[in-house]
């Protein structure tokens, strides 16, 4: 029974890899769709999000079931859970796909804007931070997730760059207000990325130390501020 019950774990977590594959290259699909000005690949974007949305429906009916009939204890447990929050972590990935593919379908149709240095690099950072934060959930490696999460921060300046460039297109020639205001959209959904890899890497700690990281839940001034 028991041996049965790690056979269900080790299908849990090849079903989570499978699906953060699928939300990998979702964003890849997406970003290429928009690089390359490419509405029908765009288009296949939709289509593999309805895989996603699938793909979280078959992981959180295995949770469930393995919540009630196997009643799991300490890592397992946690692991159990963590899954939930991390499958629907990754259906929103896809959500973020479809809306860059949205972007890059009706960009498709326009102009094209002068390249933007920090758009790539965006990209790049919030998908490496995504696979990066998979790798930690294989290996229960707390140590790499907690420092995966402080990398957040250069994701949020990469878009704060962007922006910023953006915002001076837009004043410099309001010609790009309407294709400027589509690619800052688009740095907000890799963004977003970024951010829901950081969750996945809080549950990893959370898995293998049963120690929450949220909301800055181990910063030591919390304590002396509950205390005070």
């Not at 939300?23 to 890849?28: C, D, G, K, L, M």
């Not at 953006?166 to 990325?193: H, K, T």
Request: proline share 3%; with cysteine.
């Amino acid at each position: 029974m028991e041996r049965h019950f790690e056979h269900q774990i080790d299908e849990l977590k090849q079903q989570l890899l499978l699906m953060s594959g699928r939300a990998e290259s979702i964003i890849r699909k997406a970003v290429e769709a928009l690089q390359r000005r490419d509405a029908a690949l765009a288009e296949e974007v939709f289509k593999d999000d309805k895989v996603i949305d699938r793909m979280e429906i078959d992981i959180e009916e295995r949770c469930i079931e393995l919540l009630a009939l196997q009643q799991p204890l300490a890592t397992d447990l946690r692991l159990i859970t963590s899954a939930l929050k991390i499958s629907n972590d990754l259906e929103r990935i896809g959500d973020h796909g479809v809306n860059i593919a949205g972007c890059a379908k009706e960009l498709a149709g326009k102009p094209a804007v002068p390249p933007l240095a920090d758009l790539p690099a965006l990209a790049e950072s919030s998908i490496g931070m995504l696979r990066e934060a998979l790798d930690c959930f294989v290996r229960r490696d707390a140590e790499t997730a907690r420092a995966l999460v402080l990398r957040d921060d250069e994701v949020d300046a990469l878009n704060r760059h962007l922006f910023a460039e953006l915002v001076s297109r837009m004043i410099a020639d309001p010609g790009q207000v309407d294709r400027s205001m589509s690619l800052v959209l688009v740095g907000r959904n890799l963004e977003r990325v970024g951010d829901l890899a950081t969750n996945i890497a809080e549950e990893v700690v959370f898995i293998a130390e049963a120690r929450i990281i949220k909301h800055h839940a181990e910063d030591p001034q919390r304590d002396e501020f509950s205390r005070s």
